[in-house]
């Protein structure tokens, strides 16, 4: 019989099996080391493969380029849905952008054209003005009014700059794959499963969707395609007359690219964050993402939300190493669901014309209510800023548990998964 985790396999007693153990080697089992590999494995192959950046600016430094790309891949791994939500937003442009294009007449205008634009590819670079890239929105504008023509460089010449690294994706699929079907195993033969793989498991759904959506968005490019008319900046201002007349607030293309953010801004503290001191902007920031979301895609991310969430609740009945933080983690989980229930029905709501309410989404961009009364202004972003910081210790109180709960776990969480017993047995 088995009585040390040394020696622990499938065959455990059940009286054991709730028996804690710490840090338990690999002879010949699964040790601690085996399940940290195994979901910090998947977690940054997949925030690998499924991250895609816009184009940085070519001064950027190593030091501001991994601070920016850091802040995402924490973004990426502690609230995957919100990552899913930019990358609707920026499928949802881009296939905005086709449509557009294509009513001009320009048919080899690609989806692919449209994330490339829209990630800063495109820099347009007049003698009264320095270089700031334009997206999509502004290609069209300028193409309708015939102050430039469609960009000649092709779909193939786009990827060709892309990083994309097919054998990571395919490595990623591999390891997403082999953790499901290995979790779904020791689910059938009662084996423990760990909280952090748990968590990795819930990662897993909004990634894929995120991958999805940005399945035609090159990635990592770093290389910008610069137009360079022989007009000014300033006769295209003036020609667009009373659209034109505000000072710009990122680029002189603000006139055309700003108003398909349906109200939302930036909020006025964050302008200059994360290296955009620069006027004009010398790239387009990773969550600028217009135009906001419709009813349906608000409501497919509303729906991912609440799965991510609710997948935390299958450790309902996980054996922790005290009842506090099986208490700690039932509640972080409810109040996980909750709030994607709830919370996440606001921009869902948003998109009906009738909404008129000040709100915030992530305390970075804001809109302000039609009609400024207190109640408009104040009751949603009360109720969301509550919502975000309840949220938030949720999230901190279940990554922890992730880790803590190592230093107690049943026993039979070392056990191998006994994969012949799946096979047919012929007498």
Known sequence: MATSAQNATIDVPKQSRRHGVGWVSQPDQRGTIDILWGCFLVLFVCVWVVMHHNVPVKRETLRESATRKFRWVMLAICAPETLTLFAVMQWNSANISVREM????????????????????FV???????PFPINSKSIH???SKEWIEAPTISREDIWDRSKADLFAKGF???QTGWILVQCIGRGAQKLAITPLELFTIAFILPTIATAF???????????????RPKWLIANVLIESGEAAKHPYIDTPMDFVEK?????????????????????????IPNDYSPPPPTGKEATFIWLISIVHAGIHLIGWNFDFPTR???LLWRISSIVLVVIMLVGGAVPVISTRPWFDFSFNLLWIWVIDARKSTWIRRNIFNFLVNLAYLIYIIARVLIFVEMFVSFRSLPENAYADVNWSAFLPHLS
Do not use: M
């Open 102 to 121: 294509h009513a001009l007449g320009h048919k080899d205008w690609t989806i692919v054209h449209a994330f490339y634009a829209n990630s800063g590819g």
């Open 124 to 130: 347009l670079h007049t003698d009264d003005c320095p």
């Open 141 to 143: 504008y300028l193409c």
């Open 172 to 174: 990623a699929v591999f």
């Open 213 to 227: 959506f940005w399945a035609n968005k090159p990635q990592n490019v770093a290389e910008t395609t610069v137009i």
């Open 259 to 283: 108003p398909p953010w349906a109200g939302w801004k930036r909020r006025p503290s964050l302008l200059h964050f994360g290296g955009l001191e620069r006027r004009p902007l010398a790239r």
């Open 324 to 326: 506090i933080e099986k």
